[in-house]
């Protein structure tokens, strides 16, 4: 197979002028629409993209918010996931489920858009453009407002804006629900420490930040000082002294790693004194690194298990759709 789609792609390169596409201006190639991505590169469309792929899971919640599972030609292998993911019916019969692919994989499933975040390769990016497949790059999410913003753009390119802007509006309806219920609440903001294998991860700057915020809760990583990408020490810990610690439940390849690394950090002697050594709670992955409109889960999951009580019943969470 592999050998086929690189004789393939010879093949394309060599009829394009070394990868150069020149295409015949024909009233089929008239674009339709266009759509600015945020590398602020232009992306033109001469019809509504029917073969998408991303390269992310959070990519593809966004997209299956906006279209029907059958317009993706590939999804990502965490999709199946319940752990950490929202689309698990969406995709259960999408093949193939792709994980760390190329961009020849990518090629030989004849995408008509290929979504990418804003950390993809560039070079693998390069090799869709030049083989003329539209690349729509999105931006990292560290606020609700960009992943607002990714659903705009996400939307855009799909032709289908209507769609994105009701998934907003879903969104944001939820969110002043959220607000009304957590600024009702008498006690002091709690304070959490996430535990995670990714031991940079949650400071200012980041998205799980802004859920906290949210949330209504103190950031614990945030009040020690530290910005996302700043590695959290034990020390800035026991100085926080959180009153929650928040385990990730992980993706289900990574649970043994996991549970190693939570019993050697919750087990150091210089954490015993503290106040929320055992008051512990262990929260799906979904929950704590959505990047998508299902955010508002995770929002609702964190206030719940900081304020200690149901203060939003969950129920069956359906990813917010604008369709």
Same mark, same amino acid.
């Given at each position: 197979?592999?050998?086929?789609?690189?004789?393939?792609?010879?093949?394309?390169?060599? &009829?394009?002028?070394?990868?150069?596409?020149? #295409?015949?201006?024909? =009233?089929?190639?008239?674009?339709?629409?266009? &759509?600015?991505?945020?590398?602020?590169?232009?992306?033109?469309?001469?019809?509504?993209?029917?073969?998408?792929? =991303?390269? $992310?899971?959070?990519?593809?919640?966004?997209?299956?918010?906006?279209?029907?599972?059958?317009?993706?030609?590939? &999804?990502?292998?965490?999709?199946?996931?319940?752990?950490? $993911?929202?689309?698990?019916?969406?995709?259960?019969?999408?093949?193939?489920?792709? *994980?760390?692919?190329?961009?020849?994989?990518?090629?030989?499933?004849?995408?008509?858009?290929?979504?990418?975040?804003?950390?993809?390769?560039?070079?693998?990016?390069?090799?869709?453009?030049?083989?003329?497949?539209?690349?729509?790059?999105?931006? !990292?999410?560290?606020?609700? #407002?960009?992943?607002?913003?990714?659903?705009?753009?996400?939307?855009?390119?799909?032709?289908?804006?209507?769609?994105?802007?009701?998934?907003?509006?879903?969104?944001?309806?939820?969110?002043?629900?959220?607000?009304?219920?957590?600024?009702?609440?008498?006690?002091?903001?709690?304070?959490?420490?996430?535990?995670?294998?990714?031991?940079?991860?949650?400071?200012?700057?980041?998205? @799980?930040?802004?859920?906290? /915020? /949210?949330? !209504?809760?103190?950031?614990?990583?945030? *009040?020690? !000082?530290?910005?996302?990408?700043?590695?959290?020490?034990?020390?800035?810990?026991?100085?926080?002294?959180?009153?929650?610690?928040?385990? $990730?439940?992980?993706?289900? !390849?990574?649970?043994?790693?996991?549970?190693?690394?939570?019993?050697?950090?919750?087990?150091?002697?210089?954490?015993?004194?503290?106040?929320?050594?055992?008051?512990?709670?262990?929260?799906?992955?979904?929950?704590?690194?959505?990047?998508?409109?299902?955010?508002? @889960?995770?929002?609702?999951?964190?206030?719940?298990?900081?304020?200690? /009580?149901?203060?939003?019943?969950?129920?069956?969470?359906?990813?917010?759709?604008?369709?």
């Amino acid at each position: 197979m592999k050998k086929f789609v690189l004789v393939w792609l010879c093949f394309l390169l060599f &009829v394009t002028g070394c990868g150069n596409i020149k #295409k015949t201006k024909t =009233t089929e190639d008239k674009v339709a629409y266009e &759509v600015i991505d945020a590398q602020g590169l232009k992306i033109g469309f001469t019809h509504k993209p029917q073969r998408i792929i =991303t390269d $992310s899971l959070g990519l593809d919640e966004i997209v299956l918010g906006i279209v029907p599972g059958e317009k993706l030609a590939a &999804v990502n292998y965490l999709d199946s996931d319940r752990a950490i $993911s929202f689309i698990v019916n969406e995709t259960k019969n999408v093949e193939p489920k792709l *994980k760390n692919y190329s961009s020849e994989e990518i090629a030989a499933l004849q995408p008509d858009l290929f979504i990418a975040s804003a950390w993809t390769d560039k070079e693998k990016l390069q090799t869709l453009r030049r083989l003329g497949i539209p690349v729509v790059v999105c931006k !990292g999410p560290a606020t609700i #407002k960009d992943v607002q913003d990714t659903v705009r753009l996400v939307a855009a390119a799909l032709g289908e804006a209507g769609r994105g802007k009701l998934v907003n509006e879903k969104m944001n309806k939820e969110l002043t629900k959220i607000d009304s219920v957590i600024k009702a609440q008498k006690q002091a903001k709690p304070v959490v420490m996430l535990v995670s294998l990714m031991s940079s991860y949650g400071g200012r700057g980041s998205l @799980y930040d802004a859920l906290c /915020q /949210q949330a !209504g809760l103190v950031n614990g990583i945030a *009040k020690a !000082g530290l910005k996302n990408g700043e590695f959290l020490a034990k020390e800035l810990v026991v100085k926080v002294n959180p009153e929650l610690f928040i385990l $990730s439940a992980p993706s289900r !390849g990574d649970s043994i790693l996991y549970e190693k690394y939570r019993k050697k950090f919750m087990s150091d002697k210089a954490l015993a004194g503290l106040t929320g050594i055992n008051h512990v709670v262990v929260i799906p992955d979904r929950y704590l690194y959505c990047s998508s409109q299902n955010i508002i @889960y995770g929002i609702k999951t964190l206030a719940n298990k900081g304020y200690g /009580q149901v203060l939003f019943p969950l129920g069956q969470e359906n990813c917010l759709k604008g369709y």
